[in-house]
């Protein structure tokens, strides 16, 4: 259970910058996800901490150890990656203990561990199996098996379900949730999976060109991103993101948006927005589930979730231009402006919907960003 | 479905010409090997003998002449093998830890460096067999068993460091990561990790490096002193008699017994060998 800090940490390839002068601290029993689209520096950032990559400034502590020019076995760690990396001539039992034979652990407790291991993941019967005997997802348990074997203070995963099919993949999902649990070890996990992210960690960094965007709670940053891009990257589909102007006159706040105003109500700015001037450019961004949707004067509601009485809330007619059913719920697409709009709403709904709709954006739900700086107002 | 058949004739039809063409010296030695003297100047060059015999086999190995000494190729041939395997065994390991060092960790300068093998790779000997002379007396090596070992190594090192280098870049580097977390120092997860991974390509080096080093003639002439001339160069001596008799014979058995090791070697391993080339291959 180790606390990990990195500080100012600036790694480059050549002329390209892979971390930023990027400041990270992870609490001890944390599980904390790094996200960001792939060259944002996620992998780099995790190689460094597992000490297989020199920073070129900055340091690294592991439970409050400078370990920034520890070789990666000293620093109390163990480590998953993207493409298993089982030894290819030892069998299962083998690679599970290679860690412990290097350590000099008595055979005894080798085979004590192993067999605790093997049994935890259910892959006792594989034990005497080569790694090209085994299918993709048995290869990822044994590698998650020879990583917790080690029954070290920090677990790095570095996109370890990438190469997995989707339900094996929720499968695998939930078994390291639990064994994060049940080891209550401290855990960092590199993907560009927002779901993974979403769905194991306890705190989501947000990485973009080295640096890290934002670091928050999963439902936190869901709700309130502190930025345009964390906006745009996070949730699928995204969060809309729509260009208008903020303006204040007569003591009201509105944004002019271009299908007509929209009154804020009760948004709460942060700390930055009092002082900024009238007519300011903005960014207003909305998630597709918080779009209402009326087929044109009709009265009904087309997704429940949504309160679309609030009578103060402007409405927009718009086009319809596609629709993408996704089982339970359908993005529907509608026309705004320049932009397109995404709504998501109950796919039974979606399959009357007209060619015209009329939205409301629950006001209480939007993000408002600074066109220029793109921060959160 | 005939025009099919036709060309497949016509592939056997070159097939077997070329085998024959290649075969036709071999024949030729091997009948002459077998003849007794009396048969080697009535009878056709290709006529197979009439009364084989061991003779001249036995006379090659233990009693011919080579310059002054009449031992027979036999000393020529321990000589060999006090060479070969020495200079296979270590240039072989050598080459396999500078392939994974280059390949496998990231070296200041590995590249310059590897620039550099490949030059080093495509040097003709003669170029810098005189400095080389100088050199190795100056470190007291010439004439010496040490000394063309040595010599062997340092110029099979640059082909084989790049041989094992590309199979060792075609391996997930992952392998390496994973095993340094693992806690394995660099020899061990040389030893534990990626040798176990390269018997392959340690098969071809090995009969890449056996064959060139068996075959070699200008460094045993130069390097090895009198005392320990190979098997090539001892058959040259036999064979370039400057008196005496031409024992064609005699001469025959000898070159079969000296091409002999290099060839058992492809017989035994030769599968492997294609496999590794093509694993090689496949992969890089």
């Known amino acids: 259970m180790h606390a990990v800090s990195v500080r100012d ?30 060259g944002c520096g996620k992998s780099t950032l995790l190689n460094v901490i597992a000490g297989l990559e020199e920073l070129d400034a900055g340091s690294v502590h592991i439970a409050d150890r400078d370990v920034t020019r520890l070789e990666p076995h000293r620093r109390d760690i163990a480590m998953v990656f993207q493409s298993y990396a089982l030894y290819p001539t030892m069998t299962v039992a083998e690679n599970l203990s ?12 080798i085979r004590k561990r192993v067999a605790a291991v093997a049994e935890l993941l259910r892959i006792g019967e594989l034990l005497a199996r080569r790694p090209a005997q085994l299918s993709g997802g048995q290869r990822q348990r044994v590698a998650i098996g020879r990583a917790i074997v080690r029954e070290a203070g920090l677990y790095l995963f570095d996109e370890p379900l990438s190469n997995l099919d989707a339900n094996l993949r929720a499968e695998m999902r939930q078994e390291i949730r639990r064994l994060h649990q049940r080891l209550g070890a401290t855990m960092i996990y590199v993907t560009h999976d927002q779901v993974e992210a979403m769905s194991l960690a306890s705190r989501i960094a947000v990485m973009r060109q080295g640096r890290i965007e934002q670091m928050d709670e999963p439902q936190a940053m869901y709700a309130q991103p502190t930025t345009a891009f964390v906006a745009g990257f996070v949730g699928s589909p995204p969060m809309n993101l729509l260009p208008g102007t903020l303006r204040r006159t007569g003591g009201h706040v509105w944004v002019e948006l271009p299908g007509g105003p929209m009154p804020l109500g009760s948004y709460r700015f942060s700390v930055n927005a009092p002082d900024a001037p009238d007519a300011q450019p903005v960014t207003v961004g909305i998630r597709p589930e918080d779009v ?51 709504a998501m709403i109950d796919s039974r709904a979606a399959a009357a919907l007209p060619s015209r709709v009329r939205l409301q954006l629950r006001a209480d739900r939007i993000s408002i960003f600074c066109a220029r700086s793109a921060t959160r107002l | 479905m005939n025009r099919r058949r036709f060309a497949r004739l016509g592939l056997y039809a070159f097939a077997i010409s070329a085998a024959l063409f290649f075969l036709a010296p071999l024949y030729v030695v091997l009948c002459t090997a077998f003849k007794p003297p009396s048969e080697l100047r009535g009878a056709s060059l290709l006529a197979l003998p009439l009364a084989p015999t061991w003779q001249a086999w036995s006379r090659a190995w233990s009693h011919a002449c080579t310059g002054l000494a009449c031992d027979g190729i036999r000393v020529g041939f321990w000589n060999s093998v006090r060479i070969t395997l020495p200079a296979v065994l270590l240039s072989v390991s050598l080459g396999a830890v500078n392939g994974f060092a280059l390949s496998m960790w990231r070296l200041r300068g590995a590249s310059v460096l590897l620039g550099l093998l490949l030059v080093g790779a495509f040097i003709p000997y003669q170029i810098i067999l005189y400095p080389l002379v100088t050199l190795v007396a100056a470190a007291g090596l010439f004439g010496t068993l040490p000394g063309v070992i040595c010599v062997h190594v340092i110029f099979s090192l640059p082909i084989l460091t790049l041989l094992f280098r590309n199979f060792y870049a075609s391996l997930p580097p992952e392998i390496v990561s994973a095993a340094r977390v693992d806690g394995g120092s660099f020899w061990s997860i040389f030893w534990h990790v990626i040798r176990p991974l390269s018997s392959g390509m340690i098969i071809v080096a090995v009969i890449l490096q056996f064959t060139g080093v068996w075959n070699d003639y200008l460094f045993g002439l130069v390097f090895a ?43 035994l391993a030769g599968r492997y060998f294609v496999r590794g080339i093509t694993a090689a291959a496949v992969k890089g």
């Open chain 1, 292 to 342: 209402c949707v009326r087929a044109g004067d009709d009265a009904r509601q087309w997704n429940a979730a949504c309160q679309c009485g609030d009578a103060r809330a402007a409405c927009f007619e718009l086009p319809v231009i596609a629709r993408e059913p996704l089982g339970a719920t359908c993005i529907v697409w509608c026309q705004f402006g320049t932009e397109r709009l995404a």
């Open chain 2, 225 to 267: 002193g009198r005392e320990h001339l190979p098997m090539t160069v001892q058959l040259n001596n036999l064979v370039d008699r400057t008196y005496g008799e031409n024992d064609y014979s005699v001469d025959m058995a000898a070159t079969v017994l000296t091409a002999l090791p290099p060839l058992l070697i492809y017989l």
């Open chain 1, 9 to 38: 940490a600036s790694k480059r390839y050549g002329a390209l910058p892979a971390l930023d002068g990027l400041n990270l601290e992870v609490r001890a029993a944390e599980f904390v996800a790094l996200l960001g689209p792939s």
């Open chain 1, 98 to 109: 290679f860690a412990l034979r290097m350590a000099g652990t008595p055979a005894a407790q």
